[in-house]
């Protein structure tokens, strides 16, 4: 997809370690939060959401930290692997409308 | 399932040109949504539909562009004339309820290049 970029920017992890992506939203009324995975040439792929009156959420390797008072998101993806190297959107929801994140492009080491 | 489908995925054409990019959604998710994808503006809403029809297209860009869904199974994105700047990656997504009750699911995408 077109998220090669000169903006974004770039987190790069050692196989294996935990990565932390952040995200700044900036709607107070943001009911419902979800993280994207976009790989290249392809479309964002869900990775895991948060609603408004939690704090956190786990899946499978990640976990969503939701911080209301700030107005911020995170990631974290336990045991980086390359398989997670990928561009990382955050989205937030107002309204039945989803609006995106710059992105944070994610480089895994071998 | 096989997911929101898009076609072509990719396409050039030359600036004046007609361009429609189509997409099938999920089967039985009532919501579409248009985007488009740049380096510079990242992914912009253009146009969402509900059960068929658009319920916001604030974000199309200019009378050029036009969406259609005349059924609930297909929609295409229409752009006339179309113009160098409009060369992106265009995404459909489908939900099956309002955002905020569930995700969005993405296609594929189509990159066009409008020479």
């Known amino acids: 997809g077109e998220n090669v970029g000169l903006h974004l920017p770039t987190l790069s992890v050692q196989e294996g370690d935990n990565s932390i992506i952040n995200c700044a939203y900036s709607n107070s009324a943001s009911d419902y939060f979800i993280w994207y995975k976009q790989e290249s040439g392809k479309g964002p792929q869900f990775i895991i959401d948060?609603?408004?009156?939690?704090d956190k959420r786990q899946g499978q390797r990640v976990t969503v930290l939701l911080n209301k008072t700030v107005k911020h998101l995170s990631l974290q993806i336990a045991a980086t692997q390359p398989g997670d190297s990928a561009v990382y959107f955050c989205?937030?929801?107002?309204?039945?409308?989803?609006?995106f994140g710059g992105g944070t492009r994610l480089m895994v080491k071998p | 399932d096989a997911g929101v489908i898009q076609s072509p995925r990719h396409e050039v054409t030359e600036m004046g040109q007609e361009v429609t990019l189509r997409c099938k959604p999920i089967s039985g998710h009532d919501y579409l949504f248009w985007y488009r994808q740049t380096m510079m503006r990242g992914l912009e809403l253009l146009i969402y539909f509900n059960n068929n029809v658009p319920i916001d297209d604030s974000g199309m860009p200019e009378d050029r562009f036009s969406a259609k869904m005349p059924n609930a199974s297909f929609s295409t994105l229409k752009i006339q004339p179309s113009e160098p700047r409009d060369s992106a990656v265009y995404f459909c997504?489908?939900?099956?309820?309002?955002?905020?009750?569930?995700?969005?699911?993405f296609g594929p995408g189509t990159r066009l290049t409008v020479l």
């Open positions: 948060i609603r408004s009156n939690m």
């Open positions: 989205a937030e929801n107002a309204g039945n409308m989803l609006t």
């Open positions: 997504a489908s939900s099956l309820v309002p955002t905020g009750g569930d995700t969005q699911y």
